[in-house]
């Protein structure tokens, strides 16, 4: 009888500690998770250390804010911005973030023409007055998703999303340029082949250094002036202290975006939460720069003019030369399917804004 319940006793035991080792906790259901919730932790950590194509302004800005915000709601991604071409050349950024060479990067899509024809518009496109015109045009129009879709083909990137921000860009200049006629034989710096193109066009030489040599090129007279980013970006990069003339009217191109990419295996290596913030980190950075922005580019102006640098105002006549000038040379780029896409929504756009005849 003993035997027999000890037996029964060790059954019992036995059944129990079976049970115990089953039991699994409940399923989170991601639902009913509020938005107050830390992210959860755990998981392969990423370091993305990216830099835009400018060391000063608004774009390297946009890097720090999406940083900020990154480093704060991420859970297993953090950001570490870099000065331009100090890991790789700002002209190799893209192919080394599709090697896997470095994780990420903000481009200039004009960087990228030579093996994307519509790389050469679409960052400064003309027509363009403000950064609502761009954003319609890139997400209402799908301009953008002509881009995009290219891009994510041709290399081994996931788009992230778009930095906008206002350019209202003017030829910074160590000699006068009154009009189109005074730009015969100006050796100007610009990156952008489209605006390159339209200033040889109407009699310019130009340059395209790096970013980062733009200063001492003009200090030394490399270079007559240069075509970098807005007022603001001029003078934090204090080409003011180099130049004696800017450009008030027209501007050159009034807005840019730069394309954020990461390597498309690291993104993959990414939770879903992670990568959705990287995505409103893009639209946390882009609320910021435009709310702000405007207002510093005419704080800029105001400083650069108290300080005795010289504005200049073309005529109306030689603001739409240079206009009609930029248009023309991007829609004359190329004839490939792609481009030519591109340009009719482009066409269409400003037709239906009123910026172009039919």
């Known amino acids: 009888m003993k035997k027999i319940l000890a037996l029964i006793l060790a059954l019992t035991m036995v059944f129990a500690l079976t049970a115990c080792g089953q039991t699994e906790a409940p399923a989170a259901n991601p639902g009913t998770e509020s938005a107050g919730t830390a992210p959860t932790t755990g998981g392969k950590k990423i ?18 804010i999406f940083a900020e915000y990154v480093n704060e709601h991420a859970a297993n991604v953090s950001v570490n911005p870099v000065t331009p071409g100090s890991i790789v050349p700002t002209g190799e950024a893209l192919q080394s973030v599709s090697d896997g060479v470095v994780p990420a990067m903000a481009i200039a899509s004009a960087y990228a023409a030579g093996t994307i024809d519509v790389g050469y518009v679409f960052c400064t496109p003309p027509v363009v007055q403000n950064i609502q015109d761009m954003r319609e045009l890139n997400e209402v129009y799908g301009a953008g998703k002509v881009w995009e879709d290219l891009l994510q083909s041709k290399y081994n990137v996931h788009v992230v999303g778009e930095m906008y921000g206002p350019a209202d860009v003017p030829i910074v200049s160590t000699v006068s340029i009154k009009g189109v006629s005074d730009l015969k034989g100006v050796t100007i710096r610009v990156g952008a082949g489209s605006i390159a193109d339209s200033l040889v066009a109407l009699g310019a030489a130009t340059d395209n250094a790096a970013a980062t040599e733009v200063y001492t090129m003009l200090s030394t007279k490399a270079i007559d002036a240069a075509i970098m980013g ?67 580019i005419q704080a800029a102006w105001d400083a650069v003019e108290a300080q005795g640098i010289e504005l200049i105002r073309w005529s109306e006549e030689d603001a739409r030369t240079w206009a009609q000038t930029f248009y023309d040379t991007c829609a004359a780029y190329s004839s490939s399917p792609e481009y030519t896409e591109y340009i009719n929504i482009l066409h269409q756009w400003a037709v239906d804004r009123g910026y172009l005849a039919e």
């Open 230 to 296: 807005s007022p603001s970006d001029d003078l934090a990069s204090s080409y003011n202290e180099v130049t004696s003339y800017w450009i008030r009217y027209p501007y050159v191109n009034t807005t840019h975006c730069t394309t954020f990419i990461v390597n498309n295996d690291t993104w993959n290596e990414m939770t879903a939460e992670d990568q959705q913030v990287l995505i409103d980190a893009i639209e946390y950075s882009n609320k910021k720069i435009e709310e702000d922005g405007y207002a510093t």
């Open 47 to 64: 370091v993305l250390t990216p830099a835009s194509w400018q060391e000063n302004g608004f774009w390297a800005k946009h890097i720090e």
